[in-house]
């Protein structure tokens, strides 16, 4: 029950009867021979009452309060009760749990309202009233950060202050000794005059890992400038979808940790109308620190390309390369960051899922991992159509497992171009700036796979505009002799080039067919081997060569 003025006139005679009509106006009810208590019906301040002898006065519920005796609580119950009325108060009240409890006090510690946190989860803010319990709302309250006592005692010893998003984060942090607040309401409630709070302070921002976060760490910075001598924002790496800074120390982030962040930070600087990134002077050491999907190799939301000859399997590293990611194990001896995978197969799907089924039955040790194959292809040259519907699919399957996308693989690249031709550079730079909106808007690494020409001495098969374009290139070579494979890395920005990846093919028996006959794949198996010893050649007939060059023609 949120509005009641237009019950104050049944109240009142129900309540205290008949008005004196000597002293009553169309607006305004006087009661008593004196009429000391008014009753406003109508006007501006219609539904309130004042007692001008006892000096007390309120909306309707208090004044059933007066009479009856009791609260507020008890008010709205009687009103309920007497008038027929839906149960309209907050909701918590009636059908939440409260969980957890925040006090906002003034500079001395006066309560000046609370939060309450409810399950199913919900937020609420009340007031204390004068009858010792509480109104659910902030009517005419003076909002301050929260903690605001030890963060003005955190200020006076020139202590850097993390502001983050909720009470919650903020009381966890405490409880490391780091200095903390938050603003109440959440996302996107920050006050411009929390900001003279944070005069000649050391600012960190510790943004949640969702749109709604980072937009509320902005705004929070735009803020502060003009006041704080410091502003830095902090994305927390490795967040979860949503995830917040107690999600970070959950998963193994520590102070020391979250301080080289902070030392490693450049100052936040408002975004300016400007289409071209710049790295102002004194900012250059500050950048936070490179972030590795395959370490020393795929950089996150980079580029990179995988090609070679028909018959090198290049297709089948590219899918151990993914699975490992999916799985989160080291690939080749490097450091993984688990993440969801998506691989676009546009060539043999029937061959996709064989080649998917025998790593599972050899590697993957009966565990799921957030690996999905999209046997399709998708056009990323004759228009947006396709990177768009790519995104928009990303995002929703983001969504509905709740990780990250970070790594799509576009398997190949011929079968992505549509009607451009892979010879000619602008037309390789056009699927280029398509896989780059894919990156930007994912914010996941594109690995595109691609065949190198007749002649190997000369690289990719076409235009050399994706080499150019990559953050990292891989290029196959297949001994004939020994059956070793070479991943030689001709091209790694800010990663170790040095180490070759160096595998075989091994058979993997996955059922028999109708005529009785096995059902293979192949998985790749890493060896020290170098390409001129002929031991550890793959158990593969000549029948099963061809078939495995067809194969690898995708």
Same mark, same amino acid.
């Given at each position: ?410 398997? =190949? *690249? ?6 451009? &031709? %892979? @010879? ?6 056009? /699927? #280029? ?70 595998? =075989? *093919? ?6 028999? &067919? %109708? @005529? ?6 192949? /998985? #790749? ?30």
């Amino acid at each position: 029950m949120s509005d009641f003025v237009d019950l104050m006139e049944p109240v009142a005679r129900r309540l205290l009867g008949d008005p004196n009509p000597h002293l009553s106006s169309k607006d305004e009810w006087r009661f008593g021979t004196r009429g000391s208590l008014s009753v406003k019906v109508g006007g501006p301040h219609k539904g309130t009452w004042n007692d001008h002898e006892a000096a007390t006065g309120g909306g309707v519920l208090d004044l059933i309060a007066r009479e009856k005796g009791g609260d507020r609580k008890g008010a709205a119950d009687w009103l309920k009760q007497e008038f027929g009325l839906a149960d309209e108060r907050p909701e918590p009240l009636r059908d939440r749990r409260p969980v957890a409890t925040y006090a906002y006090t003034d500079e001395n510690g006066e309560l000046l309202f609370e939060v309450v946190r409810f399950e199913p989860k919900d937020f609420r803010q009340r007031r204390p009233d004068e009858r010792g319990g509480f109104v659910w709302n902030l009517k005419g309250v003076r909002l301050v950060p929260y903690r605001l006592p030890d963060l003005i005692e955190d200020l006076a010893q020139d202590r850097t202050v993390f502001l983050v998003e909720g009470e919650k984060d903020v009381d966890r942090l405490r409880s490391l000794g780091i200095p903390a607040s938050c603003n109440p309401a959440g996302a996107g409630k920050w006050r411009d005059d929390f900001s003279t709070v944070f005069d000649g302070a050391d600012v960190v921002i510790l943004p949640d890992n969702d749109d709604a976060g980072r937009e509320h760490a902005a705004k929070v910075a735009r803020s502060l400038v003009g006041h704080a001598s410091r502003v830095r924002v902090i994305e927390l790496p490795n967040l979860p979808r949503k995830g917040d800074v107690s999600d970070w120390l959950r998963a193994g982030g520590t102070v020391e940790a979250l301080h080289e962040l902070v030392d490693q930070s450049p100052v936040w600087r408002p975004k300016t109308p400007t289409r071209l990134p710049v790295v102002w002077y004194g900012d250059e050491d500050a950048a936070p620190p490179l972030s590795w999907l395959v370490k020393g190799l795929l950089v996150d939301g980079g580029l990179s390309a995988i090609y070679g000859p028909p018959g090198t399997s290049k297709s089948f590293l590219a899918l151990d390369l993914a699975l490992h990611v999916a799985h989160g194990r080291n690939w080749f001896g490097r450091r993984v960051t688990p993440s969801a995978v998506l691989y676009v197969s546009g060539e043999g799907a029937s061959g996709m899922r064989l080649r998917q089924k025998a790593w599972r039955q050899e590697k993957g040790n009966g565990t799921r991992a957030p690996f999905g194959l999209m046997p399709t292809s998708i056009n990323l040259f004759d228009d947006d159509t396709g990177a768009e519907m790519l995104v928009a699919d990303v995002k929703a399957h983001a969504a509905a497992l709740d990780v990250p996308i970070r790594l799509i693989v576009l398997d =190949t *690249l011929s079968r992505m171009i549509g009607s451009g &031709d %892979e @010879d000619k550079a602008r037309d390789i730079n056009v /699927v #280029v700036q398509h896989a780059e909106k894919i990156q930007r808007e994912t914010g996941a690494h594109v690995l595109i796979v691609h065949h190198s020409g007749k002649d190997r001495d000369r690289g990719m098969r076409g235009s050399n505009a994706l080499l150019g374009a990559a953050d990292a290139v891989i290029e196959i070579s297949r001994h004939e002799e020994s059956g070793i494979c070479e991943g030689k890395i001709v091209k790694v920005k800010d990663g170790s080039a040095d180490v070759p990846l160096k595998y =075989t *093919l091994r058979q993997s028996v996955l059922g028999v &067919d %109708e @005529d009785g006959e096995d059902i293979t794949s192949c /998985v #790749v198996d890493p060896t020290d081997a170098s390409p001129d010893v002929t031991r550890g050649r793959p158990n593969l007939t000549n029948a099963e060569k061809i078939a495995l060059e067809a194969l690898d023609e995708a």
